[in-house]
């Protein structure tokens, strides 16, 4: 009888485990919306747990812009039903609190990449993290140094090395027409556009590519599939600002 009884317990922890182990497999799917589309990440949360991976989402080289730690939010960004921001206006230099809303995203920014430099990722990532925190620094730092040449006026600013990258070298032609640029608004416009393209070619082209087979290296590992599905309608898209 006792034999009997200790079968039981066995058979009925035995259960206990498989249900339990049922319960904590649990597929779980992240959705996020991009210029592409419904972008998803589907998972086990008994492989990866969903903070985990929630956390881990936004160096996937399919969240440009919204989600994404791969740049800083531009200086124009300005969303009006944001509490942060004061009231939008044209969202450009004119703009009333263009330099306070600017510096709610420099902010932003700064604080993206201080969560970049914190965080804990599976050693496959280890190359999407060290090439998501240059691109982040590099992005803040051409946003700081815009911002800081709108305040002065002054075109040194722009000529400013960075990791052994003299922007006046690629970019002396838009320097030239800067310096003959007739006010304000033309400098602007020059560089925030093509300077900052000019820069921003420059510096990435150093950079290298996005390293995609570390990301799928670890979408592999954990088990966790993505996908983009159909389009959005221009409509159902959150308005770039």
Not at 28 to 43: C, N, S
Request: hydrophobic content about 45%; overall charge positive; charged content about 25%.
């Amino acid at each position: 009888m006792p034999r009997v009884r200790r079968r039981a317990a066995a058979a009925a922890t035995l259960l206990v485990l498989a249900l339990a182990g049922a319960v904590a497999a649990a597929p779980a799917t992240l959705r996020f919306r991009t210029l592409l589309g419904d972008y998803t990440l589907a998972f086990d949360t008994a492989v990866i747990g969903e903070e985990a991976m929630r956390a881990l989402a936004p160096l996937s080289p399919h969240l440009h812009g919204w989600e994404s730690w791969l740049v800083t939010p531009p200086l124009e960004r300005c969303v009006d039903t944001d509490p942060a921001y004061a009231s939008c206006g044209a969202r450009s230099l004119g703009s009333a609190n263009f330099e306070r809303n600017a510096r709610v995203n420099l902010e932003r920014g700064a604080r993206l990449l201080e969560t970049l430099r914190r965080l804990r990722a599976p050693r496959e990532l280890a190359p999407v993290v060290e090439y998501a925190r240059r691109s982040l620094a590099w992005s803040l730092w051409l946003e700081q140094t815009k911002l800081e040449f709108y305040r002065t006026w002054d075109a040194g600013v722009l000529r400013r090395p960075y990791e052994g990258l003299d922007p006046g070298a690629p970019c002396g032609a838009v320097l030239e027409a800067l310096e003959r640029a007739p006010g304000h608004e033309a400098k602007y416009r020059l560089v925030t556009y093509r300077w900052h393209n000019c820069a921003n070619d420059a510096y990435r082209l150093r950079l290298g590519d996005y390293p995609l087979d570390a990301w799928e290296a670890f979408l592999r590992a954990h088990g966790v599939h993505e996908a983009v599905l159909e389009p959005l309608s221009l409509r159902e898209s959150p308005r770039l600002s």
